[in-house]
């Protein structure tokens, strides 16, 4: 059983610089306040603030590359959690219609999380030019007294080996967000587009648009938030990549059952998988 406490100081000395950070640089920095992509549920609008235990809306903030501080086009899903609890939320569909439509006309598609006014940093979730996916999104919400103060992202970088994981955070003028400015994970594990194409035909929804949320802090009344005790990276990364392999194994064996339809690219694509599972390298 993990301590209740193991993790939380290490979190709290992420999340504090993030914080100090917000309140002087504002959308530029990527930790705000800026209202306009606040997230409130307008229909309990009372029912703003952190109780542990009941509802809290988030939301998901989807758009192009670039600068997030001029007039674009973007999409909000909004969703309601129970404060406290480890959660996930996943897009049906955002895999296909991103990579296969890019309904932003854009190089790349960045996503943030957002609770009441505070934001995290842009994520990358489909680079073009790369032909990569980036789909573990765990977003930590920092609350103190009911009132969240800031949103960070959990390491990414447990899901896979070393050299898959790459620089994938930005701040929202469009600029590389680095480690040592955020003092937060900045990296993240990728998927090829072949390889998701591939995954998602063998049934496995691994790399549509899924957010996963965490809490810490302290909720309305004080209420200790305990729930980024279960957040991915405070577990070994070898348990946490053997769960990966698992789902890609499950996806391989179902695409196997239909294999010898696939030709073409689509060969090569369903090879570069299979090294994907078995953890080699051409």
Known sequence: ???????????????????????SNSS???STTTSSYSCVDPRQPYAAQVNRGQNTTVCLY???SGS?????????????????????????GSFEEIVQTNPFSSEATHVFASSQSALSF????YDITSQRLYPYLTAIIDVRDGVVKGIAWDD???????????????????????????????????????????????????????????????????????SSD??????????????????????????NKVKDTVTGTMEGAFEAVTDL??????
């Open 277 to 282: 599972a078995s953890g080699t390298r051409r």
């Open 122 to 125: 842009l994520r990358r979730y």
């Open 230 to 255: 279960s957040r991915f990276s405070a577990f070994p990364p070898n348990r946490i990549q053997e769960n990966v392999k698992t789902g890609v194994d499950s996806a391989l064996g179902s695409l």
């Open 68 to 92: 997030w501080n001029a007039d674009i086009t973007y999409k909000r899903f909004s969703v309601n959690v129970v404060a406290d609890e480890f959660s996930s939320y996943r897009i049906p």
């Open 156 to 226: 990414a970088c447990i899901f896979c080996e070393h050299s898959r994981c790459l620089a994938n955070t930005y701040n929202f003028d469009g600029s590389v967000a680095t480690n040592e400015q955020i003092n937060q994970p900045t990296n993240g594990c990728f998927f090829t587009r072949d390889e998701c194409v591939q995954l998602h035909a063998g049934g496995s929804d691994v790399c549509d648009l899924r957010l996963y949320i965490v809490w810490t802090g302290t909720a309305v009344g004080g209420k200790v938030l305990l």
């Open 28 to 30: 530029s920095s990527g």
């Open 1 to 23: 059983m993990i301590c209740p406490f193991l993790y939380l100081l290490p979190l709290l000395s992420i999340l504090t610089p993030l914080l100090a950070q917000s309140t």
């Open 62 to 64: 989807v758009g192009p």
